[in-house]
Structures are given as structure tokens and as C-alpha cells.
């Protein structure tokens, strides 16, 4: 058995802020790397970005920059918000790296001698929002079935892989090996979806440049998501550096549920032709909801956790994000979830529990205490915590994060219950000094294991335990030189508890509820359906459109309203070329006051939805006749 571990997140499109979603992977991922970090094993963990395919060149181009730029720039997002969130990967891949273009520029070739690779013709539907190509069938209502977002013809050569021939091999697989796909209820899907039969995969691409080359044939560029799967044995030392890959491949790969066909079925797949090993397990998360609403650009609603992160401590976020859902399921984020889980669990139980120990060994001991080995340990505090222990493990081992803590908790809940039944004050009271060093290095003892069991999720809560306990080595480099300490009674020596502020402060209820509105403020959030009325809002469509001179942001449109033709200069010229708005259908506004913008009698307004550096204008589903009212 090798004693490594080899962790993966998905690679984040560089078209997008983070949001809570990356933040949910990345952090899960990590605390899988600490945790197997304590057992002794030699960890890798990866994260990064995935900067080619036609989203990104879209994007970039909207914005009027490369595709290179935008990456570089996005990227760094993603790097700080890894920072801030106490994330330890060991690599961070970005595929636009040499390192990565020849990993898959090896590969492609790989599969191709192994005559898997053929060129054919491709004609089909494709979602650029989610890079995938469907069949007729798959569409729903005409529109993609992941995303709900409209769908473009695609016609054109293409290389082939030749999946179809890993049907039955890729079957095989998954049902000899029942871990291979987790949850179990995500297993099920992937079988259903291979026993149909695999169609060959269209790898290849002509209509777009951004990407890298198919070897010997540059007019195609090799289809996004080979070459983001790639990343995955790129960063592991494929082919350059194999001591490195068959020391760490294969991988976990923790991702959404949305992209697990990628990474259950392609992925594979390619790695059968190349005659590599498949991954280790693929671990599919489900989706957060915000405040009960999906969470969309469109809506604007996209948590940002560096916000979440500033405003609750990282610690915190961190805990919430594994705690209040079963990992595999579907979770809301709301303040006041997260709230509640600061206050009670953490505040309450956790914060409590550490505080008042050590409080009573600063009164009671002058700070001092010695580990349990030396003293006597009590019995069932040990195997309270030796079942806690296990039962965690198991949770660890299969991902089940939200178990693992429900574990802890219990365990944290018997400590504060152990306070109470043994009553160290009346011991100290009765001057039973034995009696109370029993109980008060035992009860230390219990909160040190607390402290390596919440490592994982909680790195710095964790390390502010030890040492306020008195140890002081931070928890790896404690538990890493000797393995047996993450066990009940296993240490011994005299430690000296340091009083530490309070590790969770309260979040009081009135920084939680809002103050109720007032019945006259209450009136004033809210317009009236005759306030609304006064709006005039219409359709109109684009006849011309061209750059407003010394401005960068504006483009200056002729507007035919239904009646006649008007001049509406418009904030756009940033996400939208002249070319590509003239003949679009809009939504505007006609009966706004007119204004001069750079020297231009602007009448109305064009309606258009942003979010951070995206801009998107707003036309109706159907084509409606010119002039119609939207009300
Ligand atoms: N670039 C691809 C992955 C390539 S991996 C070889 C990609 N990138 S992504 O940036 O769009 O998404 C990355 C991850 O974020 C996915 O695992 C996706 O499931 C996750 N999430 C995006 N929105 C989410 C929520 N609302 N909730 C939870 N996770 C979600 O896909």
C-alpha cells in the first residue's frame, strides 16, 4: 500500500470572480489534504485554472483584451482568495503553462497511436456556456439541459476519440470498483448513462483559436475539456517526471455534480486508451443554493467569500460550508444558518469548552497540568474518545465531512457534560487535589484530540487550542513526529495553559435580525404598481451603432421605437462591439428625461443586467414586434 495522497479541485474557469461554490470545493479538498497529512501520509494537493476554450475567448474579447490577459488577471483572484481561506495546495496549475501544453500535447499523441483518434465530421449542438456538445435528444425545450441557456449549430472537422470502444471496459470498472464514484446515488447515473452506450467524443475544434494545437495539424485546437481533464496528471510529473506520478497517481478528485460525467466518463476513458491507471475516486458535491435561490450572475446573487470570510472568520466559513450540509448533497447558505452554527456550535459548545478548562486550570493548578499518562486516565473519557476517533476516521475516509464533525460535536458535548459531573470546583473546594489532576489533565487531554480532530476544517482554531494548552508545536508537526498522538492518553509531560481571548465571540441577535420596519418605512422600501406604471419601458431595435468618440464605454445607437427613430447612447461599448449589438432587439427605456452624454442628446435608456466584469443586455425570448410595451 502506498502511504500517499493525491487530492484534486476542479480547475476554475478564469471567466468568473470566485464564489462560494469554488470556495466549497477548495475548502474540502484542503481539509481532506490535512487530514490525511495527520495520518502520515504524504500528501499532494492540487488546484488551479483552466484558461482556454471558447468561454474564455469570448469573454476576453467582450472586454476588448486577450484571452492571456484576462486569465492573468482573474487568476489572481483565485490565488488571494486561497490565501485568505488557508488553503494548502502544493501546486497550483494553470493550463496555459508549458509544463501543461506538453503533458496533453503527449497524451493526444498517446491516444492517437493506440488508434483511437480519428478525423471525422461533426455536426451538432454545443452550450459554450458549459463547453459541452449535445444531441438533439439531450436538448431541452431546444436549450441546453444543464444550464437552460440557449444552444449553437456546430458544424465542422473534427478529430475523434473513439469512447464508443469503452462502453464495456468503463462499465466493468465502475462496477468492480463500488468507491470509484461517491455519492452512491451519483453512481447510479453515470452506470445508467454508460450502459446506453458511449458515442464517440468530438476532441477537437476548428472555430475557435484559443487553446492548444492538435500535434500536426494546428488548424484544430484540442477540445477544452481534454485539456483541462489533463491537468490532473500534468501537475503529477506525467510524463516528465514519472517517479513523481507513480509516487501520487491516481487522484481523488472532488468536483461538482454538474461536471461529473467529465470526470467519471471522459476522463477515464482517455486514461483507458492511454493505458494509464484511472483515478482513485471521484468525489461528486452537490450545489449551494443563497437564501433559498439559486445562485446566478443574472441574479447577482453570487456569495462572495472573501465578504463571508471577513465578516464570520475563516475559520468559521469554513466550518459552516462542511458542517451544515452532507457533502454529495444540495445546501442553502443563509446568514442566519450561519449564524446559528457560530453561536451554538462554536461559540457555545466549542468556544465554552476550551475557555472554562482552562480557566479552571489557571485558578485551580496555576495553569499547570500534566498529560494523563503520568496521572491515570479515566476510563470512559479514553473510550468515549477511542469510538470518536473511529467513527471519524470512517467519516473522513469516505468523504463524509458533515459525519466526521457530527462526531467531534458529540464528543465536545460529552467533555462539557464530564465538567459538569465531576465538578472540578468542589473538588478544588474540597481540596481533593488528586482527584481534581485526574480530572483536569484528562478533561485536557479531551480537548487536545478535539483540537487534531478539527484540524482539518478549523487549521487555526485548531493550532490556538494547542497552544493554549501549552503545546508549542503546531499541531502537524506535533502529530506527524509521532503518529500515536492523535490517540487518547498516548503523551505524556507537564504543560502551562495560557489564557487566549475568546475563540468565537457571539454574533448578537440584534446584528442578526434587521430591525423591524416600521409600517411608514415599511411603505417606502416598496413602490407602488402605479410608481411602476410610470415607467415606460419598450422594444426597440438596433438599426446602427457606432463608438461615441473619446469614450470607451459608449456607443451611440439608432433606436427604431415602433413610432420612429431615436438616439440612445448607451454604456456598453465595453462588452458589446457595434457590430454585434446593431440588429438585436432591446429592451429600453422611452420615457426617460433626455440628457447629453459627450456632447450627444441621448432619449432613453437601455435595460442591461451586470455583475462584476460581465454585462449583459436584456432582449425578449421571442422575437416580439418592435414597439411592443413591457410591463
Ligand atoms: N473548468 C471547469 C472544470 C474543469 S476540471 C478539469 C469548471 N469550472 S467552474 O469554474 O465553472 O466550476 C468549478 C466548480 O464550481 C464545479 O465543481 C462546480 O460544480 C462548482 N460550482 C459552481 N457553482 C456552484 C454552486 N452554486 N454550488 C456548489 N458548487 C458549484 O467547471
Same mark, same amino acid.
Given at each position: ?77 483565485? @490565488? ?29 499523441? @498517446? ?38 441557456? +440557449? ?18 471496459? =468503463?462499465?466493468?470498472? *465502475? ?37 492548444? +494545437? ?129 453561536? $451554538? ?19 485551580? =493548578? ?23 476517533? @473511529? ?27 464530564? *465538567? ?16 481534581? @489532576? ?64 475568546? =475563540? ?9 435580525? $434587521? ?41 451611440? =445607437? ?43 442628446? $441621448? ?15 436584456? *432582449? ?12
Amino acid at each position: 500500500m502506498k502511504n500517499t495522497f493525491y487530492v484534486t479541485t476542479p480547475i476554475y474557469y478564469v471567466n468568473d470572480v470566485p464564489h462560494i461554490g469554488h470556495a466549497y470545493t477548495t475548502i474540502a479538498a484542503d481539509s481532506a489534504a490535512r487530514y490525511h497529512r495527520l495520518r502520515g501520509e504524504k500528501v499532494f494537493f492540487l488546484t488551479g485554472t483552466d484558461e482556454h476554450g471558447q468561454k474564455i475567448e469570448k469573454t476576453a474579447k467582450a472586454q476588448g483584451i486577450e484571452p492571456k490577459e484576462l486569465a492573468n488577471k482573474v487568476v489572481e483572484n483565485f @490565488k488571494k482568495l486561497w490565501k485568505v481561506l488557508n488553503i494548502s495546495n502544493d501546486d497550483f496549475i494553470r493550463t496555459t503553462e508549458e509544463r501543461h501544453y506538453n503533458t496533453v500535447t503527449f497524451l493526444f499523441k @498517446k491516444i492517437m497511436e493506440n488508434g483511437d483518434i480519428y478525423k471525422g465530421e461533426y455536426e451538432d449542438w454545443y452550450c459554450i456556456p458549459d463547453e459541452t456538445f449535445l444531441t438533439e435528444s439531450q436538448l431541452i425545450d431546444g436549450k441546453c439541459p444543464e444550464c437552460g441557456r +440557449p444552444v449553437d449549430k456546430l458544424k465542422e472537422e473534427s478529430y475523434f476519440f473513439r469512447m464508443s470502444k469503452y462502453t464495456e471496459p =468503463l462499465l466493468n470498472y *465502475i462496477m468492480e470498483n463500488p468507491d470509484f464514484i461517491y455519492p452512491p446515488s451519483r453512481r447510479n447515473e453515470i452506470i445508467n448513462f454508460v450502459k446506453q452506450g458511449l458515442r464517440d467524443l468530438s476532441i477537437s475544434r476548428t472555430s475557435i483559436r484559443w487553446g492548444i +494545437p492538435v500535434p500536426g495539424d494546428d488548424k484544430h485546437v484540442i477540445y477544452v475539456w481534454f485539456d483541462a481533464l489533463t491537468n490532473y496528471i500534468t501537475a503529477a510529473g506525467y510524463p516528465h517526471d514519472m517517479e513523481k506520478f507513480n509516487t501520487f497517481w491516481p487522484a481523488e478528485h472532488f468536483i461538482g455534480k454538474d461536471i461529473l460525467k467529465f470526470h467519471a466518463v471522459y476522463w477515464p476513458c482517455f486514461l483507458l486508451s492511454a493505458g494509464l491507471p484511472l483515478p482513485k475516486r471521484v468525489v461528486a458535491h452537490g450545489w449551494w443554493t443563497v437564501e433559498g435561490q439559486k445562485m446566478s450572475k443574472s441574479l447577482g446573487n453570487a456569495i462572495d467569500p472573501f465578504a463571508l470570510a471577513e465578516k464570520y472568520g475563516v475559520d468559521p466559513f469554513r466550518y459552516f460550508l462542511l458542517r451544515e450540509v452532507p457533502f454529495g448533497s444540495d445546501g442553502d447558505f443563509s446568514h442566519d444558518a450561519m449564524i446559528k452554527r457560530i453561536n $451554538s456550535d462554536l461559540a457555545n459548545d466549542l468556544g465554552n469548552l476550551v475557555k472554562r478548562s482552562i480557566t479552571m486550570v489557571e485558578k485551580f =493548578l496555576d495553569k499547570k497540568y500534566e498529560l494523563p499518562l503520568n496521572i491515570g486516565i479515566h476510563p470512559s473519557l479514553a473510550s468515549h474518545c477511542e469510538e470518536t476517533i @473511529k467513527e471519524y476516521d470512517n467519516a473522513m475516509l469516505d468523504s463524509s465531512f458533515s459525519r466526521a464533525l457530527e462526531q467531534v460535536w458529540n464528543f465536545i458535548n460529552i467533555l462539557n457534560k464530564f *465538567i459538569v459531573g465531576t465538578e472540578p470546583w468542589a473538588l478544588h473546594k474540597n481540596k481533593r487535589i488528586e482527584d481534581l @489532576k485526574l480530572v483536569m489533565s484528562n478533561l485536557m487531554e479531551g480537548i487536545r484530540v478535539t483540537a487534531i480532530l478539527i484540524y482539518p476544517f478549523m487549521p487555526e482554531t485548531a493550532n490556538k487550542i494547542y497552544s493554549a494548552i501549552g503545546i508549542k508545536e503546531d499541531i502537524e508537526t506535533h502529530v506527524k513526529s509521532n503518529l500515536e498522538s492523535r490517540s487518547f492518553g498516548k503523551i505524556s509531560g507537564k504543560y502551562e495553559v495560557e489564557i487566549i481571548p475568546d =475563540l468565537f465571540p457571539r454574533i448578537e441577535e440584534k446584528e442578526k435580525i $434587521s430591525p423591524p420596519i416600521s409600517p411608514k418605512k415599511q411603505e417606502e422600501k416598496f413602490i407602488s404598481i402605479d410608481d411602476f406604471a410610470k415607467v415606460e419601458i419598450k422594444i426597440g431595435l438596433v438599426l446602427s451603432a457606432v463608438r461615441v468618440a473619446n469614450s470607451d464605454k459608449l456607443l451611440k =445607437l439608432t433606436v427604431d421605437d415602433g413610432e420612429r427613430q431615436r438616439t440612445i447612447v448607451a454604456g456598453i461599448a465595453k462588452y458589446y462591439s457595434p457590430e454585434e449589438i446593431v440588429g438585436k432587439k432591446i429592451t429600453f427605456v422611452a420615457n426617460l428625461k433626455p440628457a447629453r452624454l459627450m456632447g450627444i442628446q $441621448s432619449e432613453g435608456m437601455i435595460l442591461a443586467a451586470s455583475s462584476e466584469n460581465e454585462l449583459s443586455i436584456i *432582449i425578449p425570448e421571442k422575437d416580439i414586434r418592435t414597439g411592443s410595451k413591457v410591463k
